[in-house]
């Protein structure tokens, strides 16, 4: 069974680039015959905001895209994400940190080495070897390690848009955290342990998330799981020319009547390089055949892409 998903943090409502990701991922799960899955990733409490999961989903609801299976949330998932961890720990695959951010800064200084805006720092390893009577703070995939059993710290595969892409986790990311200071499980654990319970096969997402496919390889091979395919789709950029974002104070999404959600619609089409088409889109009879006009569009584009 083919399986796609849309994914969000319930932050805030959905913006023009949300939509997009959505509207993304529900064609291209039709386009391959398959289901389309709704997952609402709220496993970071603080940052979510009451009401808004609901929100998201009434949106989605406006704009024609309906999950096929019940609505998922990270947040009741914990005992998988624990599950997931042990099963690394037992293989020596990972290891606990006592290291602040400040002091990873302050050790990649040291090394001469700069921090990208928008990047974290790469971790050197410090409590790779021990905690040398440090309390614990978090756990991290041991990169290194696991690199030297699979023969190689580079990670290659191919994106059903951006075509092959590579990445050396060892040298660009270090080895990564699976469980955070405060105790939220990271975004990395979290994403593959639920595609791969999920049977999720196709994952579609926004470009910004490229980078983070070859860690959740790292993890989906540790762990024993399937890949998945990726297609990452392009950004949505604000006027300073940002990525159209919650923590950018992105607009939400105007749906407040069937002409607004043509409009919000048509500019997501537009997004993905699909036609802007000349029917109303006003009534959900126009919703459901510019849905299948634009399905048909993506088949053409990306599925001589996939398997």
Same mark, same amino acid.
């Given at each position: 069974?083919?399986?796609?998903?849309?994914?969000?943090?319930?932050t805030?409502?959905?913006?023009?680039?949300?939509l997009?990701?959505?509207?993304?991922?529900?064609?291209?799960?039709?386009?391959?015959?398959g289901e389309?899955?709704?997952?609402?990733?709220?496993?970071?409490?603080?940052?979510?905001?009451?009401?808004?999961?609901?929100?998201?989903?009434?949106?989605?609801?406006?704009?024609?895209?309906?999950?096929?299976?019940?609505?998922?949330?990270q947040?009741?998932? =914990?005992?998988?994400?624990?599950?997931?961890?042990? +099963?690394?720990?037992?293989?020596g695959?990972?290891?606990?940190?006592?290291?602040?951010r400040?002091?990873?800064e302050e +050790?990649?200084?040291?090394?001469?080495?700069?921090?990208?805006?928008h990047?974290?720092?790469v971790?050197?390893?410090?409590?790779?070897?021990?905690?040398?009577?440090?309390?614990v703070r978090?756990?991290?995939?041991?990169?290194?390690?696991?690199?030297?059993?699979?023969?190689?710290?580079?990670?290659?595969?191919t994106?059903?848009?951006?075509?092959p892409q590579?990445?050396?986790?060892q040298?660009?990311?270090?080895?990564?955290?699976?469980?955070r200071?405060?105790g939220?499980?990271a975004?990395?654990l979290?994403?593959?342990?639920?595609?791969?319970?999920?049977?999720?096969?196709?994952?579609?997402?926004?470009e910004?998330?490229?980078?983070?496919?070859?860690?959740?390889?790292l993890?989906q091979?540790?762990?024993?799981?399937?890949?998945?395919?990726?297609l990452?789709?392009?950004?949505?950029?604000?006027?300073?020319?940002e990525?159209?974002s919650? +923590? =950018?104070?992105a607009?939400?999404?105007?749906?407040?009547?069937?002409?607004?959600?043509?409009?919000?619609?048509?500019?997501?089409?537009s997004?993905?390089?699909?036609?802007?088409?000349?029917?109303?889109?006003?009534?959900?009879a126009?919703?459901?055949?510019?849905?299948s006009?634009?399905?048909?569009e993506?088949?053409?584009k990306?599925?001589r892409?996939?398997?």
């Amino acid at each position: 069974m083919i399986r796609g998903r849309f994914a969000p943090s319930p932050t805030g409502e959905l913006h023009a680039g949300s939509l997009v990701a959505a509207l993304a991922s529900w064609l291209d799960a039709r386009a391959l015959k398959g289901e389309w899955w709704v997952r609402m990733e709220d496993v970071d409490g603080p940052r979510c905001m009451v009401g808004s999961a609901a929100s998201i989903l009434h949106q989605l609801s406006l704009c024609g895209l309906h999950s096929d299976s019940e609505v998922i949330y990270q947040s009741h998932r =914990n005992s998988l994400y624990e599950q997931a961890l042990h +099963q690394i720990i037992a293989k020596g695959l990972a290891y606990p940190c006592a290291c602040t951010r400040k002091e990873i800064e302050e +050790q990649q200084a040291t090394l001469g080495l700069s921090l990208e805006r928008h990047k974290s720092a790469v971790y050197p390893g410090t409590c790779r070897n021990g905690l040398h009577g440090k309390p614990v703070r978090a756990w991290r995939f041991n990169v290194l390690k696991w690199s030297e059993l699979r023969g190689s710290p580079e990670v290659h595969w191919t994106d059903r848009r951006l075509g092959p892409q590579s990445q050396n986790v060892q040298e660009e990311v270090g080895d990564f955290v699976l469980k955070r200071a405060d105790g939220v499980w990271a975004y990395q654990l979290a994403v593959v342990v639920d595609d791969a319970a999920q049977g999720i096969t196709h994952v579609v997402r926004g470009e910004d998330l490229t980078d983070n496919t070859a860690r959740q390889y790292l993890l989906q091979e540790a762990l024993g799981y399937k890949h998945p395919y990726y297609l990452h789709t392009p950004l949505v950029l604000g006027d300073n020319g940002e990525k159209l974002s919650k +923590q =950018n104070d992105a607009k939400a999404l105007d749906l407040s009547s069937p002409q607004a959600v043509c409009l919000a619609m048509q500019s997501a089409a537009s997004a993905l390089g699909l036609s802007t088409l000349a029917l109303p889109v006003s009534n959900s009879a126009g919703l459901d055949l510019a849905l299948s006009t634009w399905s048909q569009e993506w088949a053409q584009k990306y599925l001589r892409a996939s398997p």
